[in-house]
């Protein structure tokens, strides 16, 4: 052994057995299967096999070449020992795997050069069902066959197929609310939050650094009272918990408070000035659950500048203190075992990421299915269907629960790897150390602060297992955020459009065209005008496009073609804002929400007075059966207004719109759920809030609009009739049929 220790250095031994190791670790790391697609070597690994052949060719020849030619006589200083045998094997070993690896890529590449080329035309090579490109639809809406089947865990653009720069570029719409650039405060609050985390890197040098010192001053007779103290004072200060790291803490809370109102805020009124389309095309259940996601960015901000940045800092620190204390082997071997560490955590986070975007999902469809049975309770029960729903969800939460299992797995797995590199890395120093100790080249005293930074450095290591994993997490939740900024509004105010301050109800339609699909248009050519404080009536069958019309003149949708003007003016030359409120809608199916009676009147008007809303109620005839509730006005109506009954629902609403004062009434078969007596007190209250109004009314009973100005008759999205109740009578066409229909039936009933 001494023999060996002579001819080589231990430190030149163990230093060239490091750097082979680690030049080997990078070749072998190049071959393992990417998480993303099928191992394929590419041009650049043959590129650096080539190359490491002929360095390790060239290596070989002038570290054995002397030896092998040499007589021992000759070289009297020189003489082969053991480690020359196992060096020699090692550089056969690596000419041999790095000349397999090149004959193994170059080779099927030689041979298929003389093959013929496919003939195929691409309609033979194409897919004949659709795929996931542009004409492909995308985003919330799913089917019952897509929750119990899932979406692919897999897609362009994810946390595991995209670098840090996509998600830079992807999220950058999202920064400017991370930063509290509208509080000088918080600013300072923030700034002086990363001076003390520069103070926390410093305290982590002092600490192992004061412990050798402790241990040193340590002995029979001794008492060393300041060492003592300062290493005590230091711990206190040191570490998250620690006294620089709970100040900390508590300095960023409003930061961390602030950014998430404003990215949550930002994210809900995006939601809701996104046009009608995209609500009519989602399921609830997952805006919802994407709209709960803000917390999820908000903890990758504060993960990334408190955690992230300081664990990287520290893994730097540790390298060039222990150049400083003790040798450079000791921080080729930390950066070696970081190196590794690293490696292993995101190699195995793709994979762990895949597992847990898919039980991401799963657990969404689950939600989403809840919500859905839920929001429609009386559905359920109306069809016997809580055996069908308890029945799906078990398979659902058996198909979480099985990706759940894979995510859970995969994490146990990375931590005892984790464990095991770090471990292998406490045993090469350790040794080394202990070595130096006996040979009398290092003092007892740094053992115990080598022994003190590596239990230190391992609280970063083993944060940043975990820590990768919630980046991965938080990116697959925070996706769902993003989408949802993604989504932009179809109706947006042109840049020339102007707020309309006064209005006189002035509505002029000409040659409208609307389709929702190519294929079949809802309106053809629509023309017809309603003047201030008049009344307009639009009837014809279901599916003739009144309703499309309603929602063309609240601009839900922008018309394909033609125009409809107020007051002369296009309504897209008119802020969306200003134009919408000039419009009062009393709709077919009234939503409240659940709160109480009083909130849902205030909710058109906030400053209205207690009289002005009992007035409203009075002319909508609910005051009276407002006032027989226990708690009145502030009677709760729960969800949806489930408590009161359908008329009561549609009166609040009308007296809702009446408080709203609106110059325009939009009344969608306002009477339709009320019986014949109120309906006749419904019909007076109209009469007369309606005067001075512009008001159009979309009727299925007839006998309601008969005092109209004028009444359209639709019937497949064209006008086919229009004039008076008189007038379309005595045209004796479809009206009039209509008409008739319906005065045989009352007859009948009656």
Known sequence: MDKLLSAYPISLCVTYLASVLGAGAFFVAGLFPDADEPYSPGIWNATAWIMGLG????????????????????????????IDTIQLMLAIVRILALSGMTIIYWLPRTLETGTPESTATPDET??????????SSSGYGATRDRLLKGPSSIRPGDAQTTDWTDYVAGFAKLFPFLWPSDSRALQIRAAF??????????????VP?????????????KMPHWQLLSYVLLRGLQGQQGVIGSFRAILWIPISQSTYRRLTSAAFEHVLWLSLDFHLNKRIGEVMSALSKGSALNTFLDGFAFQLVPMVADLWISAIYFIIEFDFFYALVVISVTWIYLYVTIYMAKYRGRARREMTNRERDMEASKTDALMSYETVHHNSAVPSEMSRFDRLVSIFQRAEYKVFLSLNLLNALQNGVFTVGILILCYIDAFQISRHQVE?????????????????????????????????????????FKEEPTIVDSEDAKPLDKCEGKITVEDVHFAYHTRKPALKGISFEVLPGTSTA???????????LFKLLFRFYDVNSGSIKMDGVDLRKITVASHRSHFGIVPQDTILFNDTIMYNLLYSRPGATEEEVHAACKAASIHERIMA?????????GDRGLKLSGGEKQRISIARTFLRSPQILLLDEATASLDSTTERQIQEALELVSKGRTTITIAHRLSTITKADQIIVLHEGSIV??????????????????????????????
């Open 193 to 206: 939050c990363f001076v003390l985390l520069i103070c926390q890197r410093v305290v982590n040098i002092l």
């Open 629 to 637: 509730f226990p708690a009145g006005y502030e009677t709760s109506v």
């Open 55 to 82: 360095f390790e060719c060239a290596l070989l020849a002038l570290s054995f070449g002397g030896l092998l030619d040499a007589e021992p006589s000759k070289s009297p200083t020189r003489t082969w020992t053991p």
């Open 126 to 135: 194409e897919s004949l069902l659709p795929g996931n490109g542009e004409g």
């Open 444 to 484: 007892v005293a740094k053992f115990v602060t080598l022994l003190t930074y590596l239990a230190q450095l391992q609280a970063p290591l083993s944060f940043f297992g975990s820590f990768y994993t919630q980046v991965q997490n938080n990116l697959v939740d925070a996706e769902r955020m993003l989408d949802l």
């Open 209 to 221: 650094h004061q412990a050798g010192v402790l241990v040193g001053q340590l002995g029979p007779g």
């Open 538 to 548: 639009v009837v014809g069958e279901s599916g003739s496009g009144k309703s499309t």
């Open 721 to 750: 009739e229009k004039g008076t109740h008189a007038e379309l009578l005595k045209l004796g066409g479809r009206y009039s049929k209509m008409w008739d229909q319906q005065t045989k039936k009352s007859k009948a009933t009656a």
